[in-house]
Each structure stands twice: as structure tokens, then as C-alpha cells.
């Protein structure tokens, strides 16, 4: 194999190959016209069911369920593949291109909220659920949501990119980002051995956002074969706690909004008989 050079500046002029190629680009911006759709609900989320897009639709169906009927929410489908992300009515909602984005109708002058942490903190905060009020427990759950937030990428567009969407296998990446995301296991291991929960006793936004990455991994459902690649076994308090939260009826339901893929497809959710 000729080794990679790299050339004293960048350019893009070569197709990088892998899952996702069509859609990247190192420019931000909309490529074309395309207003977004609004629904009757004031909560207007423009999503696709991958784990960041679950984190944001798990809530609303937890808020519903306590019984907070102003989280009724229209969840539309962005088509990431497809380049939805680019359009000028997203790029409006999320500067940022990826879903999931949300729009908040309910006050005098509609709010956008983009990024699934601050989404899920602004939800939590709207409603009074999910996110403790006392200053250690508030503290505790936000340091474990911003620690998602910084680490899934290592796990996603570092581990998961290399072993499952990369052109070809290479051992330095998938070395580096395997040993990373086995460290961040066990981060989560060792917290889990000593409390039920994430951030304590309670259920929280941290849990939420959490689940989707590291649940999902030690279940099976991300990336293949990486579930035996990295021994997720070896996880027993994470197991345990994933298990736990995807029994919950609110996850079964957040799970399938917008899925595109696999079993139990939803597209679109426009009312909770569609789940139903
Ligand atoms: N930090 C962001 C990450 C969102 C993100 O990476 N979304 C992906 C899907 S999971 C996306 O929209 N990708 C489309 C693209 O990269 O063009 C968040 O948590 O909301």
C-alpha cells in the first residue's frame, strides 16, 4: 500500500469513498430552496430516527406519558442521504445541517432550538421533568448530558465510521477509536455499579441521551458485528441499565419515530394513534 501524503493545502477534489461520501462537503449552507413543513402541534421536530434523532423523540413520548399533553409534537422526516439537511428551511432551524433540529410554535415569536443536548435540556426545562431542580442533582445530569455530547462522536464518526462506513479496513483507526470507546464503557460501567441511574436515583435527560449510543451499542444494534468486536459483555452494569430503559414503553415508542429502516417503520408522526 503507497503511503498517504498529504499535500501542503487541502483541497477538495477527491471523492472519499465510504458510506456518506455523497453527502459530505466542507461547506456550510443551504444548496437549495425548500421550505419546511408545520404541522398542528407547536412542537415541530425535523428528524430521522438515528440515535441522536431517538434521544429527542424518547422524551417527548416520556413527557406525554406523565401526562404533559403540550409536548404533542409533529416529527417530520429529514432524509440525511437524500441531502435534506441542505435545504434553505433547515438550514434556517439548524445552521449546523443535522438533524435532529426542533421548532417551538407555542409562544408569541417561534422559537428554534438545534443540537440534541440543548433540545433535550430546553425540553426538560420547558416541562419541569426529567432534569433535577436541586443544584447537585442538576449539576450531576448535566455534567453526564455534556459528556455525552463530547464523547458519541468518538464512538459514532470515530469508531462506528471506520469499522462500519469507511471504504476499507485500517488498523490504526479502528485500533484508536475501539480502545476509546472501550474506555468510555467503562466510564459508564463503573458509574452504573454504584447508582441505578446515570445522574442518581432519578431517570433523566442524561439517561436519554445516553441510551441511544451506548445502549444501543452493548444491545447489537449499532455498527454490524461491534457488539463482539469491543466484548460489550464485559459491561454487565451497562447491560443492566440499557435493559432497564428499553423496557420502558415511552423508549419502545420513541424508538420508532421516523425509522426509515428495519421493522416497525414511522416516517412521519402527526399523533400518538400513529403509533398505536
Ligand atoms: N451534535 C449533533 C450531532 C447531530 C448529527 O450528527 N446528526 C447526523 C445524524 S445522527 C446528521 O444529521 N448527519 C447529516 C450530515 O452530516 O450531513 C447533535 O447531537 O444534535
Known sequence: MTEYVPAKVWTWDTE???????????????????PL?????????YSLATPNGQKVTILLEELLALGHSGAEYDAWLIKIGDGDQFGSGFVAVNPNSKIPALMDHSGATPIRVFESGA??????????????T????????????????????YLGGGFGHFYAYAPSK???PINRFAMETKRQLDVLDKRLAVSQY??????TIADIAIWPWYGGLVKGRLYG???EFLSVHEYKHVLRWADAIDARPAVQRGRRVN????????????DASDLD
Open 225 to 227: 458485528d461491534s457488539a
Open 170 to 172: 485500517m488498523e490504526y
Open 16 to 34: 472519499s469513498g465510504g458510506t456518506f461520501a455523497s453527502i459530505n462537503r466542507p461547506i456550510a449552507g443551504a444548496t437549495h430552496e425548500k
Open 134 to 153: 436541586e443544584p447537585a442533582a442538576r449539576a450531576e445530569c448535566l455534567s453526564w448530558l455534556f459528556w455525552q455530547m463530547g464523547s458519541a462522536p
Open 119 to 132: 433540545i433535550l435540556q430546553y425540553l426538560a426545562e420547558k416541562f419541569g421533568a426529567f432534569l433535577p
Open 259 to 270: 425509522r426509515v429502516s428495519g421493522e416497525e417503520q414511522l416516517p412521519e408522526r402527526h
Open 198 to 203: 446515570i445522574a442518581g436515583d432519578e431517570y
Open 37 to 45: 413543513p408545520v404541522g398542528k402541534h407547536p412542537l415541530q421536530l
